[in-house]
């Protein structure tokens, strides 16, 4: 055993110095490296994943990642639009982030790139909800003989753990300030209270609206009409067809000959494409503009990957944000946010940086799926703020708290004892919930940090901190709730930020631009130097391999407010919503 690992260590010293050669550097970019040719007759193929990143994970080798992410496939259309290799343009929905936005994004894409004139098909095996929404957006749909249109209506889920912890003797103490910020009630609740069942039943009905009209103006009927089908629904094929969902039963062989795309012409993977070329907004020369990423639960520290997902360290973040306030050369910022919010100083430190940034130079957010509580807060400096129709958002509201767990430990025959000096010393015991003095004590902090909160969205949204409470306490809206409410400037997506970023720093329309982004890809060698960059651990990988997607956002919304409580610190993040799409 010990010969062989000594042999498996020296063929991957062998390995590392032949790549680290020039005859390595020379095969890497020959084979890896070098952009694939394009087909000067091609039709792109566009499969949408569940998982549909922001951005290419820093950790992850770039050469080895057949992922699309979000600003890839929408750069992809981009191009294609004015591409002469490209006849048209098959797009096959696989699966659809859970949430709205990114579906949302990448639909007014494909919509822009109908402008073009050249055939935009969807081809459908399964379409649930915010598969076929954004297939609609094309000129024709195509169905598997054998598919199922699974158009069937909106429901949330949320998931409520007080019965098990009570079975387990652990006692949630927690606190909230704002009677919508219903994220504790996972922990303290056995059901909807009132004001929970509201919020959610308003962010459905905002969802299922905009579900509705998309379909109906895409597909040329009245949204009454559309809410009918959907009461039939799922449908077989056959319906499908006689409502008028699809244009046609085909198989994906079938679908070039049918929807008027060359024949002949070559199928070409997204992947290729992408890798040909940059599929992003800018070129390698002109002006210089940040895009910077916030992705993930805001923490103090380091950013990172883990299990669940990416998540935003301030420190990290701030880094970023110092360096292109210093750099001259780069004229606009624009922020990317897709965060359910965490900690509340790490926000508050983001928000600080960004503040001084906004005096130096043109600051522009954009919203993905998520830019809740901490994720509103740091969205606050924005000069303007870009979000899409069911983006989740606001959510201005706090809450902290403990668990006791003295129940759970004498179930196993464990007890807690201390010994303490100071009043407040024992105020995180996990032996006892808080006193009356303690929970004062807590709530002054948190109310102070709420009317911070609210003080800072006012002046941020030229508003009256009186009517920012009102529409605060802790309630989630949608973006376009949140635009009539004077809580964002407009409807849209990343390319109308990246547009309005333009037009505040004085650069033409057509005029080139280098987009330099935040966090940067990590070169091979760097990779190779640290391959395991980016991951808390192994249970990634397990999780990658195991796990839905769904699933994986379910248990990271249920561990995060774990992970995030520091004791003493309220937290800043929005209650989950799992929502069937």
């Not at 969807?122 to 249109?149: F, W």
């Not at 003295?406 to 201390?418: D, F, N, P, Q, T």
Request: net charge neutral; glycine share 10%; aromatic share 8%.
């Amino acid at each position: 055993m010990a010969a062989r690992r000594g042999l498996w260590l020296v063929l991957i010293l062998i390995m590392v110095a032949v790549l680290t050669s020039a005859a390595g550097l020379a095969f890497v970019y020959t084979f890896v490296g070098r952009p694939r040719p394009i087909p000067s007759n091609a039709t792109l193929v566009l499969r949408v994943s569940a998982d549909l990143p922001e951005y290419e994970p820093p950790g992850l080798p770039t050469l080895w990642s057949d992922q699309p992410t979000l600003r890839g496939l929408v750069g992809a259309l981009r191009r294609a639009k004015t591409d002469r290799r490209i006849q048209g343009v098959v797009v096959v929905p696989g699966g659809t982030p859970a949430l709205w936005g990114k579906t949302q994004e990448l639909r007014d894409a494909l919509l822009d790139f109908r402008k073009a004139g050249k055939p935009l098909v969807a081809y459908l095996e399964y379409a649930g909800n915010q598969e076929y929404y954004l297939a609609s957006a094309c000129d024709k749909v195509y169905l598997m003989p054998s598919g199922t249109i699974d158009l069937g209506g909106l429901a949330s889920y949320e998931m409520f753990l007080r019965g098990t912890l009570d079975k387990l003797g652990i006692y949630p103490d927690f606190v909230h300030i704002g009677d919508y910020k219903t994220a504790v009630n996972t922990f303290t609740e056995e059901g909807f209270t009132p004001a929970h069942r509201e919020m959610i039943t308003s962010l459905n009905a905002d969802a299922f609206g905009e579900l509705v009209r998309g379909i109906a103006t895409s597909r040329k009927k009245s949204e009454a009409d559309v809410r009918a089908i959907v009461d039939t629904g799922p449908l077989l094929p056959e319906d499908a067809l006689a409502h008028g969902l699809v244009d046609d039963l085909a198989y994906l062989d079938e679908v070039r000959k049918k929807s008027g795309i060359e024949p002949r012409s070559r199928l070409l993977e997204s992947r290729d494409y992408l890798g040909s070329e940059d599929g992003g907004f800018g070129f390698t020369q002109g002006s210089r503009v940040a895009l910077i990423y916030a992705v993930g639960a805001i923490t103090p520290g380091r950013s990172g990957e883990s299990w669940q997902g990416g998540y935003v360290g301030s420190d990290t973040l701030n880094e970023y944000i110092r360096k292109v306030r210093e750099d001259s050369s780069i004229k606009a910022v624009v922020l990317r946010v897709d965060s359910p919010g965490g900690s509340s100083i790490a926000s508050d430190a983001i928000w600080r940086e960004l503040m001084l940034t906004r005096e130096v130079k043109p600051l522009i957010v954009s919203m993905s799926d998520l830019a809740a509580s901490g994720g509103y807060y740091i969205a606050m400096p924005a000069h303007v703020i870009v979000a899409q129709p069911g983006t989740l958002t606001g959510s201005i509201g706090i809450f902290g708290g403990k668990f006791v767990t003295a129940g759970l430990m004498s179930k196993v025959g464990a007890r807690i004892e201390s010994v303490s000096e100071g009043r407040f010393a024992e105020m995180g015991s996990p032996a006892r919930p808080f006193t009356p003095e303690e929970r004062a004590k807590l709530e002054e902090h948190m109310q102070a940090f709420y009317d911070q909160f609210v003080e800072k969205v006012a002046e941020a949204r030229r508003s009256t901190p009186e009517q920012i409470d009102a529409m605060a306490q802790g309630r989630v809206w949608t973006g376009r709730q949140a635009k009539d409410l004077g809580l964002v400037d407009e409807l849209g997506g990343l390319s109308r930020a990246m547009a309005i970023a333009r037009e505040r720093a004085g650069i033409g329309a057509d005029a080139p631009v280098e987009l330099v982004v935040y966090p940067p890809r990590k070169s091979f060698f760097e990779w190779l130097a640290d391959p395991l960059s980016g991951a808390d651990d192994g249970r990634s990988l397990l999780l990658d391999v195991f796990a839905t997607p769904s699933e994986r956002r379910a248990l990271a919304a249920v561990q995060a407010p774990l992970r995030l409580l520091r004791h003493g610190e309220p937290l800043a993040l929005m209650p989950y919503v799992f929502v069937r799409p």
